[in-house]
């Protein structure tokens, strides 16, 4: 029995991954071996940094309302737990942004969790 290829699938996958490297330097668009492994490479930073992502932007928040807090002579943990025993539910990226763009807001929070005590 004669050998058959299936071509049409073989193009249509190759092409993919050439599709998918356009735009990358050298052989790393044109040669198909290298151009898969960089795609590859690609995707594989990308499913990583997508939940990095998460983590530097949760870091982002925490700074900043630790900065806002420290202005008012409160730490962030201090502040928090304040919050929390105020039973405030507020969550960190709201927090953020009232302390990056609006103070007066953060410093209720802030004379809230002062005056509790």
Same mark, same amino acid.
């Given at each position: $029995?004669?050998?058959?290829?299936?071509?049409?699938? /073989?193009?249509? +996958?190759? &092409?993919?991954?050439?599709?998918?490297?356009? !735009?990358?330097? !050298? !052989?790393?668009?044109?040669?198909y071996?290298?151009?898969? @492994?960089?795609?590859? &490479?690609g995707w594989?930073? /990308?499913?990583?940094?997508?939940?990095?992502? *998460?983590?530097? =932007?949760? *870091?982002?928040?925490?700074?900043?309302?630790?900065?806002? /807090?420290? $202005?008012?002579?409160?730490?962030y943990?201090? %502040? =928090?737990? !304040? #919050?929390? *025993? #105020?039973?405030?539910?507020?969550? +960190?990226?709201? #927090?953020?942004?009232?302390a %990056?763009?609006? $103070?007066?807001? %953060?410093?209720?929070?802030?004379?809230?969790? *002062?005056? @509790?005590?």
């Amino acid at each position: $029995m004669p050998r058959s290829t299936n071509n049409v699938a /073989a193009k249509r +996958r190759r &092409k993919k991954y050439l599709r998918a490297a356009k !735009g990358y330097v !050298g !052989g790393r668009s044109k040669l198909y071996r290298t151009a898969r @492994q960089a795609v590859e &490479k690609g995707w594989l930073y /990308a499913y990583r940094d997508r939940r990095t992502k *998460k983590r530097e =932007i949760r *870091k982002l928040w925490i700074i900043r309302i630790n900065a806002a /807090a420290r $202005m008012h002579e409160l730490s962030y943990s201090r %502040f =928090i737990s !304040g #919050l929390k *025993k #105020l039973n405030v539910e507020i969550n +960190r990226k709201a #927090l953020a942004h009232l302390a %990056f763009h609006d $103070m007066d807001a %953060f410093k209720a929070f802030c004379d809230l969790v *002062k005056n @509790q005590k």
